[in-house]
């Protein structure tokens, strides 16, 4: 029987990767983006040498009426990958009330959303939900403290939802990546990379590819008994 997926941040690092893997193993895929539409395109032409349905979704997700317009184009679902994500560096007392409600809305609001309106579909197939959240939402970050913030959010949003949900054949868990290289790691110069990977006990940073495998995992029926947990691929760092 057909699988479907949503990803959300699908043509982001972690996102796209997670695709990749997925359709290899048979799932039919939603992938959401935003504003990288060529990465998208580019995805689909990749996901084409698969044998699934791929449907790309726009939708900003930095307000409800995205979430909601999302949730509108979607029939079938098995299994939820929130992967959107954006970060907001610098001193707290810096930030504006826009940086605020742009992280809220995109890491706790915009998903809470979106599983809330997916989840009667998700019952009947007895689905899975992967929130990808962050090691800052374990430990807390200096000059990180709105993405530290809505991290730890998601976190507590998968411990208490889990057990509201489980008796209805749902689960829910979150991974907790260290740093990855990706993207959202642009802004650092080198020798800050080098001071990170020193910090890390294993000496380097994830790829995408780690993460996506713990995804698969929590999506797989090899993890039937797991949900309500964080699991932390972080290299070691912060344990």
């Known amino acids: 029987m057909a699988k479907f997926a949503l990803i959300t ?7 796209r990767k997670t695709a990749e893997l997925l359709a290899r193993n048979g799932w039919n895929l939603y992938l959401h983006y935003y504003i990288n539409k060529k990465e998208m395109d580019d995805l ?8 699934v349905e791929v449907i790309p979704i726009q939708a900003d997700l930095t307000g409800a009426a995205g979430a909601n317009q999302l949730t509108e184009s979607i029939f ?4 939820v990958v929130h992967a959107s994500g954006v970060s907001k560096w610098g001193l707290f ?3 504006s009330e826009s940086d605020m409600d742009d992280l809220w809305n995109i890491h706790v609001k915009s998903p ?10 998700l019952i009947r197939a007895r689905g899975k939900i992967v929130i990808v959240s962050s090691i800052w939402g374990q430990t807390g970050a200096a000059c990180e403290v709105l993405y530290s913030t809505v991290k730890g959010a998601q976190l507590s949003f998968v411990k208490s939802f889990s057990k509201e949900i489980a008796r209805n054949g749902v689960r829910i868990n979150a ?11 642009n802004s650092f110069t080198e020798e800050e990379l080098e001071d ?3 910090d890390i006990p294993m000496g380097r940073l994830a790829n995408s590819e780690e993460i996506a495998s713990a995804i698969r ?8 008994y797991i949900t309500g947990q964080v699991l932390a691929v972080n290299g070691g760092w912060y344990t």
């Open 93 to 95: 007392q810096d930030h």
């Open 217 to 224: 995992f929590l999506l797989s029926d090899e993890a039937s």
């Open 9 to 15: 941040g699908a043509s982001g690092g972690i996102g």
């Open 44 to 51: 689909v032409k990749e996901l084409s040498n698969y044998p």
């Open 175 to 185: 991974i907790a990546p260290g740093a990855v290289n990706t993207g959202m790691l």
């Open 112 to 121: 809470m959303i979106i599983i809330q309106k997916l989840l009667e579909k």
């Open 76 to 79: 079938g679902i098995d299994a």
């Open 196 to 198: 990170v990977k020193e």
